[in-house]
Structures are given as C-alpha cells and as structure tokens.
C-alpha cells in the first residue's frame, strides 16, 4: 500500500515563496504520476500539477503556469511543488496523490492514493 506525506506548508505573505513536499512510502507502477491538488474552503478540490515518475513530463494548472514548478527526486521518493509569487487565490489545503497514468491528470476521482494534506495560508 502506497502512503503519500505531505510537508512544508505554513504561512507566507502574498509575492514569496514556499516549497511542498510529498513522501512516497515505496513507488509501484499504479503510483507512478503524481499530482499536488488543493483545496479552499467551499470550493472544490482542483488539480495544481503533475508529474510522472519516469519521464518527469509536468503538468501544469492555467491558474499555477510559471509561477509553480513541480519536481520529483527518484532516489528519495519525494516529489516536490515550489511555488513563487505566491497570491490571494492560492491560500488551501494542499494535498499530494497518486496515480498509475497521468493522462487527464486533473480528474480528481481517478487517484487510487492521496496525502493528509499541508495547509498554505498567504497574508497580505
């Protein structure tokens, strides 16, 4: 059984930076395409990025493009979101999952595992 660990959130003010992390407990094939999804209160969970573990292809949110940068580090299992100019908008609860395909990536109903979830809160 996959487990997935997230890590990093806190408080930041609006324009910096902050890094998530996710720990996969072992990698298997149906975990292979990872996502970081979030989640404001009264609004649906949505998609943030995504990665697969083998070719390392990002995806990315319209809302996140060149602000956030996904990436994955094989030897330690971890997958990470570093996110830049951080907004009013991003302020959620953060939660990293996992998949075997990363085809539709944004289909949140598709993941077989997902992370407790980090909160990001961004103060003006």
């Known amino acids: 059984q996959v487990q997935l660990v997230e890590s990093g959130g806190g408080t930041v003010q609006a324009g910096g930076s902050l890094r998530l992390s996710c720990a996969r407990s072992?990698?298997?094939?149906?975990?292979?395409?990872m996502a970081w999804f979030r989640q404001a209160p009264g609004k649906e969970r949505e998609g943030v990025a995504a990665?697969?573990?083998?070719?390392?292809?990002?995806y990315y949110a319209d809302s996140v493009e060149g602000r956030f940068t996904i990436s994955r580090d094989n030897a330690k299992n971890t997958m990470y979101l570093q996110m830049n100019s951080l907004k009013s908008e991003d302020p959620a609860i953060y939660f990293c999952?996992?998949?075997?395909?990363?085809?539709?990536?944004?289909?949140?109903?598709?993941?077989?595992?997902w992370g407790q979830g980090t909160q990001v809160t961004v103060s003006s």
């Open positions: 999952a996992a998949r075997q395909f990363c085809m539709n990536w944004e289909r949140r109903n598709d993941y077989s595992y």
């Open positions: 990665i697969g573990n083998i070719s390392g292809t990002a």
């Open positions: 072992t990698y298997t094939t149906t975990s292979n395409c």
